[in-house]
């Protein structure tokens, strides 16, 4: 496990760095907005995703450089939404990675403002020669990051999430809320290898896949340590789906059979990886890494 | 002038039945996001940047059909940025169109989330082949719009804005402010169908300084109604600007003076047209609508 903890953090530093160069302080009148962006999307976090997207990429010996333009496309993405999500009117979330969250630190407006600005970033990223400079793959990137990101993905999962508030769901409609929330920008992040490399349709199928169970692997995981974590091990608020009252995998199914359920998931994830040998043992490894993780 | 009313009358049709087909009403759990989008973009508007689309197309003999498609992801981004802006944590803005706003209408997390998913679906609809089969097309009009719609555009300038409001302006603040808010969405506008042709630099470029002009004539006139119109005739709020004390066009240069710029810009963009001889003739009308537009 020594060398995969090193991985991810070498794509954790790579994409610390792209988001950097992409961020640039700035002393224009409206600089608390990029302040804002810099401090949302510079605050840590595991990358996941960006590693997700790294390994996808060597599978088909995508140069680092490259992934690792998409994988800030995907870390803005996912700042973007945690800012949102977090606002007063939505989980009025007050911590987040240790911190106050962007609306506490800054203020609601300029939250709201951040998040849409860091979204759009996300777009001229991908559509930047430097990520491809092949058009097609710049415009497939686009559509994919966009899917998973709208209405269909992302977004209409929080607009699940919130309504399951007062209408709790069962098994099946929490699957649905967590593959649309977090399912499809996972997916995404699995894919992006072979989009870059344009590899063939049963190659980007199998990643999906992958990264959607390994996705509702880590997501039960999530649920499972807002049970059991500690603010000062997971670095954000704990207990609060319990204190509402709301349906999760832990309260329908219980402890151990979510747990259970993680090394299932984790071990289904890890046959769509067939195709791809020993290329494919990082992403193998994040299987494990996800059974095992404690924050 | 008729000619040129009809000519507005059948671009915002054509752009709102496309809106209608990418916005179709839905069953799923979450399709009070659904309606939500639907509300904001389906309420009507003058539809001033769809007709600019349209009418840059006609130069280079772009299909309707195309254009259409850009000028919908245009009134996406549009009607998301006036959901956000609508917010009680920003304009605070309870009447739009002569509606209820999005958030009054539903609430404060479906007003987020549906401007949300309007700006992603902004993107898909432009990385879609049906926008262009050239793939470098769909690339170049991403990064055009998300240059625009982004901190460097339309968000920098709402963050100008909300500082304007304890940091007064001057003239050279207030056109800067205006250039980021809308002027930047209104070049994208002009620009579009010179992207779509693959045009030539230059025609680009004179595109985007007539749209410049152009919306900034705009802009004034609205801070001309802000102050002589009427709820009835212009369908939102009025007298805000001057309620909140906010430095405007108007309290800076006076009407008449504001009126006088606005001929004046009208004028200098029509100067931007001279290469695109009598088929710029609806851009040049659309000048005139500007200069007596009563709502």
């Given at each position: 496990m020594v060398n995969f903890d090193n991985a991810l953090a070498a794509a954790a530093n790579a994409v610390d760095r792209e988001l950097e160069a992409l961020l640039p302080a700035t002393e224009e009148l409206e600089h608390r907005l990029f302040d804002a962006m810099r401090y949302a999307v510079l605050g840590g976090g595991k990358r996941l995703r960006p590693f997700l997207v790294v390994a996808g990429g060597q599978l088909f010996d995508i140069e680092m450089a490259q992934s690792v333009r998409v994988a800030a496309a995907v870390e803005l993405v996912h700042a973007y939404s945690l800012v949102h999500d977090d606002l007063p009117c939505m989980d009025d979330d007050d911590l987040r990675r240790g911190r106050p969250t962007v609306h506490v630190e800054?203020?609601?407006?300029?939250?709201?403002?951040?998040?849409?600005?860091?979204?759009?970033?996300?777009?001229?990223?991908?559509?930047?020669?430097?990520?491809?400079?092949?058009?097609?793959?710049?415009?497939?990137?686009?559509?994919?990051?966009?899917?998973?990101?709208?209405?269909?993905?992302?977004?209409?999962g929080q607009m699940l999430d919130l309504w399951a508030e007062e209408n709790p769901m069962d098994e099946s409609g929490i699957v649905r809320m967590q593959r649309l929330k977090t399912g499809?920008?996972?997916?995404?992040?699995?894919?992006?290898?072979?989009?870059?490399?344009?590899?063939?349709?049963?190659?980007?199928?199998?990643?999906?896949?992958?990264?959607?169970?390994?996705?509702?692997?880590?997501?039960?995981?999530?649920?499972?340590?807002?049970?059991?974590?500690?603010?000062?091990?997971?670095?954000?608020?704990?207990?609060?789906?319990?204190?509402?009252?709301?349906?999760?995998?832990?309260?329908?199914?219980?402890?151990?059979?979510?747990?259970?359920?993680?090394?299932?998931?984790?071990?289904?994830?890890?046959?769509?990886?067939?195709?791809?040998?020993?290329?494919?043992?990082?992403?193998?490894?994040?299987?494990e890494f996800v059974i095992n993780r404690r924050s």
């Open positions: 800054f203020d609601e407006a300029t939250a709201i403002l951040a998040g849409d600005a860091l979204l759009s970033l996300a777009f001229e990223v991908l559509a930047d020669k430097r990520t491809s400079v092949d058009p097609r793959v710049r415009s497939d990137l686009v559509m994919a990051l966009a899917r998973a990101a709208g209405g269909h993905g992302m977004v209409g499809e920008m996972i997916a995404f992040s699995g894919e992006a290898g072979a989009i870059l490399a344009r590899a063939r349709t049963f190659e980007r199928q199998a990643l999906r896949m992958y990264a959607h169970d390994l996705g509702l692997a880590f997501q039960i995981t999530d649920d499972l340590l807002d049970v059991e974590g500690t603010e000062a091990e997971t670095g954000k608020s704990v207990g609060k789906d319990l204190a509402a009252g709301k349906a999760t995998f832990v309260s329908i199914l219980g402890v151990e059979a979510a747990r259970e359920r993680v090394r299932m998931l984790a071990q289904q994830a890890t046959t769509h990886l067939e195709p791809f040998a020993g290329k494919a043992d990082p992403l193998r490894a994040l299987c």
